[in-house]
């Protein structure tokens, strides 16, 4: 029996539950528990709401009585407002109008901060958590759909504070007031047909508005598409040049474009309709209760100031119910926008500290792999048992095809991910019974394509230590020989390198992170696969100040380049996810087996190039 497919019904209950859930969320922001200070501001915002929203409907009745003051009726209720005439009362209109956006503008000020603390709170909180989601996610995420689920997320909480306090609620409450007192000065049937009115009109509105929504969705998809799209490209710049695939470019970018123009345009017509129907209700309803008022005038039962009051009544209520459909829209799509990025923030980290993790001991630095069992996907194992061991200050290169599983060892090293089966060890320390903090602390990367911050080379050579003095960073600059070619630059150190550090060549990239790393001073070195991108004369120059790091440290070296590994204590050749073999080059070379045959063939692809 097939399942059965989710109908309306059920899509609208999930939608709502979501909505509940993601309120509960945002509810503690406005109302920490150790906070007072944001519960006394909010309490002191709502009462500025409240005095405004009373003035504002008091308005109408000294409107009222200003008129009846001026045509000679009314003179009892005149009286009544404080015994002035028709100048008082009209003055008395201006200072009430002047309090209402004065109380308005108190609300914001004093709710300013609690709407930008919890902003902050939810960006940085979101913003850690992804720092803290494992290597695993990121590769299967797109980072332009990311940073627009954070920014779009973001942003919804701000519009879903502002307008679900200030918007929503306060008309509920200013059309409550109205109703009562249309129900007292006047009676049920003014009440009843400015009911029925504001009833029709919000079904209108809703109704409308949830068939938006689902056009307003659609263009976010749309629009993270092309972002994504753009982004994807724009990283890739040079490659595009390469292959000169601008027009390509241009054309997909533009085909995820059009989408979104015809989502937008179909959003530009459900706008129009929306706005002409619910003018359409508020004018039939706004007919409605000035005949009743007009036919009381005439027939001695109302004042002038009466009819001047229910005209001031319905324009006043229509103002806030005119944004009601925006409102209504901007607040669902900010509660799927925040869904999206609550969902985010469920995510679990995949690795995660044990609750009684302590910080990593070095003492020098001894790495060991026992059985090593690992896999990306279970049903695809990489590593299959492999032991390797690395004694302090010593230094062990990983050699093998592309797959063997090579990079994996050096990303279950930093912990990127955790075994499957076996132990990875740190001077007799399981990496999973330590923080990740203390654990990466101790380990220093040189990676195959140093990825530079777009900012100053010293940002990014002070990145390995940022309490680092600057004799410190310019010291390790030196180390990694790069230092005259900075001072060389018409900045010197203060130079931008540009996004990724594009500024930069491979060989002067290279230098910096390794100046980098040696500024971190750790107690491990991890070289993955770190000239490989290289040309052979900057390989080699830079093989120098890789070996000159290394000494007195514990060094991995994960190689293509054979010429580049040759003085390691050993050299262990992975085939499959297991050890095939291991040795110094010189016995590897005299087994003459899978390394054996390796090195002569890059040593003939050498003399070949040559």
Partial sequence: MSPRRPTTADISTLERGRAVRTLRKVAPYLWPAHMPWVKRRVVLAMIALFLAKA???????????????????????????????????????????????????????????????????????????????????????????????????????????????????????ELAMVAVIFFVLFDVWYLAVVAVTVILYVRFTFSVTEWRVKI???????????????????????????????????????????????????????????????????????????????????????????????????LQITQPLNFLGTVYREIRQSLVDMGEMFDLLAQPAEVQDKP??????????????????????????????????????????????????????????????????????????????VTQDSLHAAIGVVPQDTVLFNDTIYYNIAYGRPEATRAEVEEAAKAAKIYDFVQGLPDGFDTKVGERGLKLSGGEKQRVGIARTILKNPAILLLDEATSALDSETEAEIQHELAAMGQGRTVLSIAHRLSTIVEADEIVVLHEGVVAERGTHAELLAANGRYGALWHRQQAEDDAAA
């Fill in 55 to 173: 003035v504002t409907v008091a308005m109408p009745l000294v409107y009222k009585a200003a008129v009846d003051a001026l045509t000679g009726q009314g003179t009892t209720d005149a009286a009544w407002m404080l015994g002035m005439g028709a100048v008082g009362l009209t003055v008395a209109y201006g200072v009430a109008r002047l309090m209402t956006s004065g109380f308005q503008q108190l609300r914001d000020a004093i709710f300013a901060k609690v709407a930008q603390r919890a902003l902050r709170q939810l960006a940085l909180q979101t913003f850690t958590h992804i720092h803290r989601l494992s290597m695993r996610y990121h590769i299967t995420r797109k980072t332009g759909g990311l940073s627009r689920i954070i920014e779009r997320g973001v942003k919804g909480v701000e519009f879903l504070l502002r307008f679900l306090l200030f918007s929503i609620g306060p008309l509920i409450l």
């Fill in 216 to 314: 307003r969705r659609q263009m976010n998809d749309l629009d993270t598409d092309a972002n994504q799209k753009a982004i994807d490209s724009l990283l890739n710049f040079e490659t595009v040049k390469y292959f000169g695939a601008e027009k390509r470019e241009a054309e997909r970018y533009d085909s995820a474009m059009e989408g979104y123009e015809a989502a937008a345009i179909r959003t530009s017509y459900s706008l129009a309709l929306l706005n002409f129907g619910q003018a359409a209700l508020i004018t039939g309803g706004l007919i409605a209760v000035m005949v009743m008022a007009a036919q009381g005038v005439q027939a001695g039962d109302l004042t002038v100031g009466d009819f001047v009051m229910v005209n001031a009544y319905m």
């Fill in 356 to 433: 009684d993790a302590g910080a990593l001991a070095v003492k020098g630095g001894a790495v060991e792999l026992r059985d090593v069992v690992f896999g990306y996907d279970d049903a695809r194992p990489i590593l299959k048992g492999v032991s390797i061991s690395v004694p302090a200050g010593g230094s062990v290169a990983l050699v093998g095809a592309s797959g063997s599983g090579k990079s994996t060892i050096g990303r279950l090293l930093f912990r990127f991910y955790d075994v499957g089966n076996g132990a990875l060890l740190i001077d007799e320390q399981d990496v999973r019974d």
